[in-house]
């Protein structure tokens, strides 16, 4: 294993250290927590917005954290859930009185935790709602998960009740707008190698000389099928296919699109891969509204990319659309 | 070789397809060239910015196209240097009449080659000014240079030079500040794996199973030596000792420091090395204004990272600053 760190044990507590002294300017970490939030919080008037879960996805989701998405990110160890009392910190330090939305991605540690922070919460009368995303259409169940698991399409979630958050609706409102995402947006993924846990020390599976997996989890969970390696048009085919047979898009409709890198995969595939995608859009008459390309939500150094596809209406486009910053993402 | 792609001979074009699909708003590229230019150039009224260099960079040189950088870019096959003829392409596209400012990393192939293309646009009375990034500290003449090699700190060139000119600056003025950056900035890099060019369809040079390379070049050229790996904490002290050897700041110095992932190095590592990079620049009392921490010049899917740092004044200090909007670099 070879990795630009010093102690294995030690790798999310000096990224969070890395991370505050770039920017300083944007952020504070909560003392004696994995607590990154916003300079700023609680911001008066505004519903605060929490999210994490395991580190090794960044920038997921420290790195949404800014003005119009994030008001904290709370991260665990290395593909492991925050406990509950680090997310209770979180929602203690961006709450200013309208109550906080907690933004789950669909694990079952994750969900337990953040359940139970959001009781603690409750029980000291701060409001708060909770919303899971399970974008990822490659398996119903899977390893650490029951029903469908969260991935890449979570930070539309981020990004859309960010921007309606910010203009002041209330937590009912941005907890809708949140379920509106999560019903509309759809991904997929495939990888071509695997990546390494630095507590572990080896890789979580093994993929063969020429062999691709496709519907992986962001940890490395088991997809649909492991298969030789395929040309990039084929492999969109197999990915958007599946997401278009699931999002049941319409003649005209809008969508935004995100090829998200998961690590090891240069900026030249996913426009490669981009190609074939918006070819079989156009094809659809499917209109893309925006293209996010890069790397979204990764899995440490994993060769491979998911693909998102959210379907719009008018009320999602100008919340996409709005401003926002934060430390990686910028409109 | 696994890689994201149809035809190893066809990935700048179909890069590029993918490219224009995904950001049509902002880019268009020349017909018939492998040039990416602002979708409104010439911009009447300013200089021209135009770049560029072989491909598996990205996301330069493109993906600093667009209001506050490049006007535009000229995307070699990977690895190599773009014809003149391209270059000339973008050289008359960005014209507006108030000339054009080349951006040339130092490589003896990029030289030459923008050097005959700005003959060709000066026999056609369009006013041509030069400028070499050679930011790269670690060996003197290398494979493919005579003298220090261009890297990642050629996007702070870009960055501010393209400030000037989006402010009606002259030709001579942009050319100037360009030239300041230059003169301010220094790099130096590492690399943990090598990277495939596709049409190689093997590594280029070989690093063992706990081997890395200090003061590699972007193109895998040898650096100063190879070494066991080490804690990020040494890497650190290795790259920006001969950094800091040779840019001489001074108590009180202000700089901008750009951590650059090469191509498969996760965020999570390259905020490890910021940890000790902010230390040891805190120590030594020199004020950090802002840190860029991401991929920024990469080269293709090859492991490691390259610290810049820029000594900055009153006058970069702004221009850094000013507002950009490019498909990657937004302020």
Same mark, same amino acid.
């Given at each position: 294993?070879?990795?630009?760190?010093?102690?294995?044990?030690?790798?999310?507590?000096?990224?969070?250290?890395?991370?505050?002294?770039?920017?300083?300017?944007?952020?504070?970490?909560?003392?004696?927590?994995?607590?990154?939030?916003?300079?700023?919080?609680?911001?008066?008037?505004?519903?605060?917005?929490?999210?994490?879960?395991?580190?090794?996805?960044?920038?997921?989701?420290?790195?949404?954290?800014?003005?119009?998405?994030?008001?904290?990110?709370?991260? =665990? $160890?290395?593909?492991?859930?925050? @406990?509950?009392? &680090?997310?209770?910190?979180? +929602?203690?330090?961006?709450?200013? #009185? !309208?109550?906080?939305?907690?933004?789950?991605?669909?694990?079952?540690?994750?969900?337990?935790?953040?359940?139970?922070?959001?009781?603690?919460?409750?029980?000291?009368?701060?409001?708060?709602?909770?919303?899971?995303?399970?974008?990822?259409?490659?398996?119903?169940?899977?390893?650490?998960?029951?029903?469908?698991?969260?991935?890449?399409?979570?930070?539309?979630?981020?990004?859309?009740?960010?921007?309606?958050?910010?203009?002041?609706?209330?937590?009912?409102?941005?907890?809708?707008?949140?379920?509106?995402?999560?019903?509309?947006?759809?991904?997929?993924?495939?990888?071509?190698?695997?990546?390494?846990?630095?507590?572990?020390?080896?890789?979580?599976?093994?993929?063969?000389?020429?062999?691709?997996?496709?519907?992986?989890?962001?940890? =490395? $969970?088991?997809?649909?099928?492991? @298969?030789?390696? &395929?040309?990039?048009?084929? +492999?969109?085919?197999?990915?958007? #296919? !599946?997401?278009?047979?699931?999002?049941?898009?319409?003649?005209?409709?809008?969508?935004?699109?995100?090829?998200?890198?998961?690590?090891?995969?240069?900026?030249?595939?996913?426009?490669?891969?981009?190609?074939?995608?918006?070819?079989?859009?156009?094809?659809?008459?499917?209109?893309?509204?925006?293209?996010?390309?890069?790397?979204?939500?990764?899995?440490?150094?994993?060769?491979?990319?998911?693909?998102?596809?959210?379907?719009?209406?008018?009320?999602?486009?100008?919340?996409?659309?709005?401003?926002?910053?934060?430390?990686?993402?910028?409109?």
């Amino acid at each position: 294993m070879k990795k630009l760190m010093n102690d294995p044990n030690q790798v999310v507590k000096d990224m969070l250290a890395g991370m505050v002294a770039a920017h300083f300017n944007q952020i504070k970490r909560l003392p004696d927590t994995t607590v990154i939030v916003r300079k700023d919080a609680p911001i008066q008037g505004k519903v605060g917005l929490v999210s994490g879960g395991g580190s090794g996805h960044e920038p997921a989701h420290a790195g949404y954290v800014g003005k119009g998405m994030l008001d904290g990110a709370v991260c =665990g $160890e290395v593909f492991t859930s925050p @406990t509950p009392d &680090q997310i209770f910190e979180a +929602i203690k330090a961006v709450d200013s #009185g !309208k109550g906080v939305l907690l933004i789950i991605k669909n694990y079952t540690g994750d969900i337990m935790n953040f359940e139970m922070a959001a009781e603690m919460a409750e029980a000291e009368g701060i409001k708060v709602a909770k919303v899971v995303v399970n974008d990822d259409v490659a398996v119903e169940d899977s390893t650490y998960t029951t029903g469908r698991r969260g991935i890449a399409g979570t930070v539309f979630v981020h990004k859309i009740a960010g921007a309606l958050a910010e203009q002041g609706a209330t937590l009912e409102e941005v907890e809708a707008v949140a379920n509106k995402v999560v019903k509309n947006v759809r991904s997929m993924g495939m990888a071509l190698t695997p990546c390494i846990v630095p507590a572990a020390g080896k890789p979580g599976f093994e993929l063969g000389e020429n062999e691709i997996e496709i519907g992986i989890g962001i940890h =490395g $969970e088991p997809g649909i099928e492991k @298969t030789q390696i &395929q040309p990039a048009d084929e +492999i969109v085919q197999i990915l958007l #296919g !599946k997401i278009l047979d699931d999002l049941k898009l319409e003649n005209n409709d809008k969508v935004a699109v995100m090829i998200n890198g998961l690590g090891a995969t240069p900026l030249m595939e996913l426009y490669i891969m981009n190609k074939k995608i918006s070819e079989i859009l156009k094809e659809k008459n499917i209109h893309v509204h925006e293209t996010f390309v890069g790397e979204f939500m990764t899995s440490l150094e994993m060769a491979g990319c998911s693909i998102s596809l959210l379907k719009l209406d008018d009320q999602l486009i100008e919340l996409l659309d709005a401003q926002a910053d934060t430390i990686v993402f910028k409109k």
